[in-house]
C-alpha cells in the first residue's frame, strides 16, 4: 500500500497501540496496591528544586521486582550456555521440475518481476497458467522460503490482494473433495475478489511442515512452535485463481479450482516437504 493509504493505515496503527497501553495502564491501577487516582497513574509531576539539605530516599526494593529481576538474569544466562542450533533444511525438488501438462490441463511458465521478487524474498516458486479446452484458465501460484528465521516470510494474499488494486467480496473456508494433504482433507481458504467489472475466485492454504493452514495467526504460532521442537522454520503459500466472466456463475469457476485441484496438488508433495 502507498500514498494516502498508507498513511492511513500506519496513523489507525498508532493510535489503536496508544490506547491499548493506555488501556493496559488504567487496569494495571486498577489491581494495583496502593491505588492512585487517573491523574496521578497516567501522568508523572517532576520536583522542583530541593530545599537546602533535604535527602533523596529510594524505595525499597520489592518482592516482585527482585524475583523477575532474578528471572531475566538466569534466562539471560541460560540463553548464553545454551549451544547454537542449527536450523534443518530438508531436501526438496526445484519447482522448475514442475510438470506442465496435468491431464488436460497444459502450462505456461510465468515469472515475477525483479522488484516484487526483492519484496517477497523467497528462496523457490513457480507461476503458471494452465488452460484447458472450452473453459477459464488457472493461475498455479507457490512461493517456498527454506528459512523464514530472519525476516522473510510468506505474504498472506488477505494483504497482498487489497494492495494490488482488488476488492474483497467475499472471504469463507472451503473443503476440497477428493484431495488428502499429509492424511487430512485438503481446506482452503476462499475469496471472491472484484476489480471494477472484473472477478476471480481465489484458492490460498499455507502448507508448511505438514500442516494445511489457513488461519494467519495460527500460521505464526506453528513457525514459533516448529522452530523450537523442530528446528524448521521452512513452508510454502500455494494459491489458485481463475477469472469469473461477467455472466457466469461462480459455482462453476468453484468447480474448475477443485478439478484443478485435485490433479494438481498431489504433485506438490516433492516440492513442499512435509
Known sequence: ??????????????????????????????????????????????????????????????????????????????????????????????FADYPTSLGEWQGRIGSLDAVTLAALQLDDYIMADFYRPDTQPVNLYAAYYASQRKGASVHSPRTCIPGGGWEISSLSQHTVAGVVINGQPLRVNRVEIRKGAYRQLVYYWFQQRGRVITNEYLLKWYLFQDSITLRRTDGSLVRLTTPVPEGTDIVEAESRLDDFARLSIGQLEAYIPN
Open 1 to 94: 500500500a502507498e500514498g494516502i493509504l498508507h498513511d492511513f493505515e500506519g496513523w489507525v496503527v498508532f493510535m489503536v497501540s496508544l490506547s491499548v497501553l493506555f488501556s493496559e495502564m488504567w487496569m494495571l491501577n486498577k489491581i494495583g496496591s496502593p491505588r492512585k487516582s487517573f491523574s496521578d497513574a497516567f501522568f508523572i509531576e517532576l520536583p522542583g528544586t530541593l530545599a537546602p539539605g533535604a535527602q533523596i530516599k529510594l524505595p525499597a526494593l520489592s518482592a516482585p521486582y527482585a524475583a523477575a529481576l532474578i528471572l531475566v538474569v538466569c534466562t539471560a544466562v541460560l540463553v548464553s550456555v545454551l549451544p547454537n542450533r542449527e536450523e534443518l533444511i530438508p531436501d526438496r525438488q526445484a
